[in-house]
């Protein structure tokens, strides 16, 4: 954002993002079951980020503001407010390059996200669970070390290295009808909005999000952003709402927004695990729970899916509590 | 086996087997992970044959059996006795050259093997569950099929299917020093030992086998074939002996067998899961155990490892039990 106009990124932003991210990132295979496309009718192409090194599509984002910071800027490392897979790809990526990472966590957060961005480096200053407490700790943490701030989603080199990955998906698998990525703050929609408008631009995008924490779809049938206090859901991922930027790409870009219901996306994560064989987040079933839920909709055509994490707990699995 | 000599197959026979198999099976990729590397001190290459899409390796030399047949043998289909992955594998091939496969199981074997064998068209004839019973069932119904014996590991076109893997995985990882892969019956080790002696000669291979399971071991140490009564582990598809074909390899190409505690072995399935995101079997698991147990071995090496199979009951996970 600069003077109030917003800094769209383009597609020739994507374009050096993803050779400035390449030597960091994971250029994820795609994966396919010949069971998941018998039960679904359609021809499923499961673009894999959860196997990204720090284990979701967020490492190329971070990756993209991390390694695009003049010297200057990099010395005084970057930092945000985060206590999910942003604040540790974040971290991951300020550990590449050697700099300081400072990340804002509420002390309720959970031991093992705590640990992980810990183990990557990043500095954890704790606040209280509100978001009066988090932003004033963060305006002081940003003030003392002088770090860049790296939004979780609404910022434009986010949303050009999230665009990266169906660059690779559409060089991976050519041809696809539509293209479907779970949506809760919208990054790696707007992403694949801004890569697939201009370099797939007859492929359908598809946003797919949990029946309880639908704040996108309502705000996309009422055309303004509308914000949910404190949705629940077990697609913990997806809990946060559009802002301006990533409005910006899914109300002009994105055909539909399909959601599913808490059942319908602990079935798709179980049965992923099962057939495609991949430990994969909740969050990244919600789209191939709406594709099972939306058959005329995917019926015959070839799709591709992001699975945008990996990171579980296993002890504490959604369909065995 | 023809006439009491064995009929030991050739790395001839492994590349007929990979030139055979290519249209129907997956190629599967070598997954990393920095993690893991750190961890062991080595470099860690793993073969993800879980992706198999029944599952498993064993789709391999099933293909090959399978697809190597005449037309007149083929029409009468093929046979086995399994209760694991080698009948869903059999199942599978057979399914996709449109033929019969009859697979004798025990009644008690757990429903979801026997429905996962039903869905690729496989015919089930129960018997008793003992060695005398399957054996009496199991001739009635070859008598009655006329259906080509396909052993799970002990046969040359087997042994030369599985040993296709570890051609690939020297293709896709070069210069690696060590190959681990775990071992029951042998059948992988066997097709390790068929393509790397020949193709790699330098690459040492270590078998890996459960503690509690550990009949390849002391047949190693003993320098005959030594087979347990019931070994339990909960690596269940390393229970069964070595048998002469597969004894052949392992005495004259392995270079050691490691084994690890039933502990170790959840372990080391349990951080792979986590820091890997795949899903695979306890079996599989052995020898990454194996591996962080024996640092001294592996430090700094690059080391292949065979990810066998994937087909877990995700409602008994061995951490959570």
């Avoid at 609404?154 to 539509?178: H, M, W, Y």
């Amino acid at each position: 954002m600069k003077d109030g106009i917003m800094d769209v990124p383009t597609y020739e932003d994507m374009l050096v993002a993803h050779e400035r991210i390449k030597p960091h990132v994971l250029r994820t295979p795609v994966r396919r079951s010949a069971y998941l496309d018998e039960l679904s009718g359609a021809q499923l192409f499961f673009k894999c980020e959860n196997f990204q090194e720090p284990g979701a599509f967020k490492v190329r984002g971070a990756s993209n503001a991390v390694f695009g910071l003049n010297e200057d800027r990099a010395r005084k490392g970057v930092a945000t407010h985060s206590s999910g897979n942003h604040a540790s790809c974040l971290s991951f990526a300020a550990m590449k390059r050697g700099i300081p990472c400072h990340v804002v966590m509420p002390r309720t957060a959970p031991q093992a996200k705590k640990d992980t961005v810990r183990r990557y480096g990043g500095k954890i200053t704790e606040c209280e669970p509100s978001t009066s407490a988090r932003e004033a700790v963060f305006a002081e943490v940003q003030a003392r070390t002088g770090g860049d701030f790296v939004h979780p989603y609404n910022d434009p080199r986010v949303i050009a290295g999230q665009g990266t990955c169906s660059k690779e998906l559409v060089e991976q698998a050519d041809g696809l009808d539509l293209v479907v990525a779970p949506i809760g703050g919208g990054g790696m929609v707007s992403g694949t909005c801004l890569t697939l408008s201009t370099l797939a631009p007859e492929t359908k995008i598809i946003a797919a999000e949990p029946e309880q924490a639908d704040d996108a779809y309502r705000s996309f049938k009422a055309g303004h952003i509308i914000a949910d206090d404190a949705p629940d859901t077990v697609a913990d991922g997806l809990k946060v709402p559009l802002k301006d930027l990533t409005w910006h790409f899914v109300s002009r870009h994105v055909s539909a927004i399909y959601t599913a219901s808490e059942q319908e996306i602990v079935d798709a994560m179980k049965i992923t695990w099962k057939h495609l064989r991949v430990v994969m987040e909740s969050s990244s079933a919600v789209p191939l729970a709406t594709i099972l839920k939306n058959p005329e909709t995917f019926k015959g055509k070839r799709v591709g899916v992001i699975i945008t994490g990996g990171n579980v707990d296993l002890d504490r699995l959604p369909w065995l509590t």
